[in-house]
């Protein structure tokens, strides 16, 4: 129930957010090019370096005293505090009841983490060593050379993601695949091309209910039921998930499920079990480098100074942007190929954990929360929708990632990708004026660029963690719950009811006429 009369005020109604109101007014005629003229050596003032990722921000429309004031703001939501909850343990995600410890996951420590009155420390260090032996067992025999992962959203795109992204370090004797739609000719075109006999699906869902991935697993299963007739299956079969009874009831042998737990969300699960199958593709080593990374970054984030903090500085823009320069969507474009899928990834680590209009309060909040993001590999993004960017009605910040080192020499391909994103930052900041108005280009648009180093599985684990934490900040900022996702339900509660339409002779008519017409027309064909 929403609470019309709260005792606390509005992110809105704090002198701090006030106050950045203000100064948005004193800025609006200052172009980002003219802070360069005044300040040639802006750069030295407005970026940030952590190990081998820098973050370059100059090119906002924002100066030190805009710094300042969102660094106020932040301190007035208590974001240090929720910060140590977080980190703690304390039950952040206060809709479920729950903590958000995916940090624990890729700590090193051994001291004690108590959640619900148990030390947890000993099961994630249990199971990372499950992971080890299992991935270097899978690894070493070549028993299984087709590795096929079910799952869905955080069960899907972090693990697939992550697979690609890491590419350049796996084992290329095996082949690794990824099934989640439950359009069956996803799983379909999949089961075309592994061999069964040397095949292991990765069963990947917290719950072990959610309905794509069942459905997916049971057809998997009788596929291999199919082909291999009466040769026992279950060896080809391992789960991830907190859901054990569910899993035995699937037929998984119990030395053949890795735990999940209900402190770790789906789209922060990389670090858990859901990441064994790209463990299994670039070995423990790496995985155990990427966490090492990741930890890296939670570091710096629980101790650097909100004005030289990475992640609340990305975060922190990011309100500026979207509250008070009122704009709806973000740009996210990393120009690497093995990036490829951190775009669908971020999409739903951003948009599904703070596309969100209940504070935690439960009240109706009177100001924007989590924008629009749009993605897509450079130099593919320039010639998809870089159109808007340059020229829209809208304008619409970017972040730029860029790898300096490729992982791949070929003469002059390298130098090209890098010259087209470094051009895009600059291009979108100064525009160009034309006598020809249709090529005419306005600039003042802001970007940030991120840059690393290597894409190495540590650098890799550095970045997602950056992104992590830069939502985890505005969700703080927005007062909003960053850990569930509540409107993802409604959709899929419908879908159970309509389900049972479409498999009845007759249709119930207590709907809608859309909803009707369109069930008549598909059971009519």
């Given at each position: 129930?929403?609470n019309?009369?709260?005792?606390?005020?509005?992110?809105s109604?704090?002198?701090e957010?006030k106050?950045l109101?203000?100064h948005?007014?004193?800025l609006?005629?200052?172009?980002?090019?003219?802070l360069?003229?005044?300040?040639?050596?802006r750069?030295?003032?407005?970026h940030l370096k952590?190990?081998?990722?820098?973050?370059d921000?100059?090119?906002?429309?924002?100066?030190?005293?805009?710094?300042?004031?969102?660094?106020?703001?932040a301190?007035?939501c208590?974001?240090?505090?929720?910060?140590?909850?977080?980190?703690?343990?304390?039950?952040i995600?206060?809709?479920?009841?729950?903590?958000?410890?995916?940090?624990a996951?890729?700590?090193?420590?051994?001291?004690?983490?108590?959640?619900d009155?148990?030390?947890?420390?000993?099961?994630?260090?249990?199971?990372?060593e499950?992971?080890?032996g299992?991935?270097?067992k899978?690894?070493?025999?070549?028993?299984?050379?087709h590795?096929?992962?079910?799952?869905v959203?955080?069960s899907?795109?972090?693990?697939?993601?992550?697979?690609?992204?890491?590419?350049?370090?796996?084992?290329?004797?095996?082949?690794?695949?990824?099934?989640?739609?439950?359009?069956?000719?996803?799983?379909?075109?999949?089961?075309?091309?592994?061999?069964?006999?040397?095949?292991?699906?990765?069963?990947?869902?917290?719950?072990?209910?959610?309905k794509?991935?069942?459905?997916?697993?049971?057809?998997?299963?009788?596929?291999?039921?199919?082909?291999?007739?009466?040769?026992?299956?279950?060896?080809h079969?391992?789960?991830?998930?907190?859901?054990?009874?569910e899993?035995?009831?699937?037929?998984?042998?119990?030395?053949?499920?890795f735990?999940?737990?209900?402190?770790v969300?789906g789209?922060?699960?990389?670090?858990?079990?859901?990441?064994?199958s790209?463990?299994?593709?670039?070995?423990?080593?790496?995985?155990?480098?990427m966490?090492?990374?990741?930890?890296?970054?939670?570091?710096h984030f629980c101790?650097?100074p909100?004005?030289?903090n990475?992640p609340?500085?990305?975060?922190?823009?990011?309100?500026?942007?979207?509250n008070?320069?009122?704009?709806?969507a973000?740009?996210?474009t990393?120009?690497?190929q093995?990036?490829?899928?951190f775009?669908?990834?971020?999409?739903?680590?951003?948009?599904e954990s703070?596309g969100?209009?209940?504070?935690r309060?439960?009240?109706?909040?009177?100001?924007d929360?989590?924008?629009?993001?749009?993605?897509?590999?450079?130099?593919?993004?320039?010639?998809a929708?870089f159109?808007?960017?340059?020229q829209?009605?809208t304008?619409?910040?970017?972040?730029f990632?860029m790898v300096a080192k490729?992982?791949?020499?070929?003469e002059g391909?390298?130098d090209?990708?890098?010259?087209?994103?470094?051009?895009?930052?600059?291009?979108?900041?100064?525009?160009?004026?034309?006598?020809d108005p249709?090529?005419?280009?306005?600039?003042?648009?802001?970007?940030n660029?991120?840059?690393?180093?290597?894409?190495?599985?540590y650098?890799?684990?550095?970045?997602?963690?950056l992104?992590?934490h830069?939502i985890?900040?505005?969700?703080i900022?927005?007062?909003?719950?960053?850990?569930?996702?509540?409107?993802?339900?409604?959709?899929?509660t419908?879908?159970n009811?309509?389900?049972?339409?479409?498999?009845k002779?007759?249709?119930?008519?207590?709907?809608?006429?859309?909803t009707l017409?369109?069930?008549?027309?598909?059971?009519?064909?």
């Amino acid at each position: 129930m929403l609470n019309d009369m709260p005792d606390k005020p509005q992110r809105s109604e704090l002198p701090e957010w006030k106050a950045l109101e203000a100064h948005k007014k004193q800025l609006e005629n200052t172009e980002i090019k003219d802070l360069f003229a005044s300040a040639p050596d802006r750069f030295d003032n407005f970026h940030l370096k952590h190990e081998n990722l820098l973050f370059d921000y100059s090119k906002q429309g924002i100066n030190a005293d805009t710094i300042a004031k969102l660094s106020d703001l932040a301190k007035a939501c208590d974001l240090e505090g929720e910060r140590e909850k977080m980190f703690c343990g304390e039950k952040i995600n206060v809709t479920e009841g729950r903590a958000a410890l995916h940090t624990a996951l890729r700590s090193p420590d051994n001291d004690p983490l108590i959640v619900d009155g148990e030390n947890i420390t000993p099961k994630i260090k249990e199971t990372l060593e499950r992971i080890k032996g299992f991935s270097t067992k899978i690894r070493a025999e070549k028993k299984f050379t087709h590795i096929v992962n079910i799952g869905v959203g955080g069960s899907d795109l972090g693990p697939y993601m992550a697979y690609e992204a890491l590419k350049h370090y796996s084992d290329r004797d095996i082949n690794f695949y990824f099934v989640s739609n439950i359009d069956a000719s996803h799983l379909m075109e999949t089961l075309r091309l592994v061999d069964p006999e040397k095949t292991l699906f990765i069963v990947t869902s917290k719950t072990f209910t959610t309905k794509e991935t069942i459905a997916n697993a049971r057809s998997a299963k009788k596929w291999m039921q199919e082909q291999l007739g009466k040769k026992d299956i279950s060896e080809h079969f391992i789960a991830a998930s907190a859901n054990i009874e569910e899993v035995n009831k699937f037929g998984i042998k119990q030395e053949n499920i890795f735990p999940l737990w209900d402190w770790v969300g789906g789209r922060f699960s990389i670090w858990s079990s859901v990441g064994i199958s790209f463990c299994i593709a670039i070995g423990f080593d790496n995985f155990n480098e990427m966490l090492k990374g990741a930890h890296s970054m939670d570091k710096h984030f629980c101790e650097a100074p909100l004005d030289q903090n990475m992640p609340a500085m990305l975060a922190m823009i990011g309100v500026w942007h979207r509250n008070f320069l009122k704009l709806p969507a973000i740009s996210v474009t990393p120009y690497n190929q093995y990036l490829s899928h951190f775009c669908e990834y971020l999409q739903q680590l951003d948009m599904e954990s703070n596309g969100k209009g209940i504070s935690r309060d439960n009240i109706s909040i009177n100001y924007d929360t989590g924008p629009i993001l749009i993605s897509d590999t450079g130099t593919n993004a320039q010639h998809a929708y870089f159109q808007t960017l340059h020229q829209g009605t809208t304008i619409i910040p970017c972040d730029f990632i860029m790898v300096a080192k490729s992982n791949h020499q070929i003469e002059g391909h390298h130098d090209i990708l890098l010259a087209n994103a470094i051009a895009q930052t600059k291009a979108l900041m100064d525009g160009e004026a034309s006598e020809d108005p249709q090529k005419s280009f306005t600039g003042n648009r802001p970007s940030n660029t991120i840059i690393i180093d290597e894409l190495t599985p540590y650098n890799f684990g550095m970045l997602l963690a950056l992104y992590e934490h830069k939502i985890f900040v505005q969700g703080i900022i927005w007062n909003i719950n960053s850990f569930d996702q509540c409107g993802v339900e409604l959709g899929k509660t419908l879908a159970n009811k309509i389900v049972d339409f479409l498999k009845k002779d007759i249709i119930e008519t207590d709907t809608d006429s859309s909803t009707l017409g369109i069930l008549k027309h598909i059971k009519d064909l």
